[in-house]
């Protein structure tokens, strides 16, 4: 929304104004609404040279965990195969679409 606002050249006012009406609704942790808030304060200086993306992306956290996945098998080779994923944080088994 943010950006499509910058786009349609919405007043910067504006857009901090209804960005932080759905960031006191929403409830998020203090570090991302810290993080948002910055950015809201910087959106001045950055929609001024449109030249440029001055937002830097950040992947989802969920895309930068390292997962190793096994195949297991349920009693023997012939049994049901399952794909083992383990995180950082928790070991997922996931049951094979493939009869």
């Known amino acids: 929304m943010t950006a499509y606002m910058i786009m349609c050249g919405a007043q910067t006012k ?5 960005v932080r009406r759905l ?5 998020i942790g203090l570090v991302y609404s ?16 449109m030249q440029t ?11 930068l965990t390292q997962k ?3 195949v297991v098998y349920n009693e023997t080779a012939e049994g049901d195969m399952f794909f083992m994923e383990v995180c950082d944080d928790a070991v ?4 094979s679409t493939v009869k």
Do not use: M, V, W
Not at 53 to 63: M, Q
Not at 92 to 95: A, P, V
């Open 34 to 49: 810290k993080k948002i808030n910055q950015l809201l304060d910087d959106l001045q200086t950055n929609t001024l040279n």
């Open 14 to 18: 504006i857009i901090q104004q209804k």
């Open 53 to 63: 993306n001055g937002i830097p992306l950040k992947p989802l956290e969920s895309r």
């Open 92 to 95: 997922i088994l996931r049951e």
């Open 68 to 70: 190793q996945t096994f």
């Open 23 to 27: 960031l006191g609704k929403a409830h």
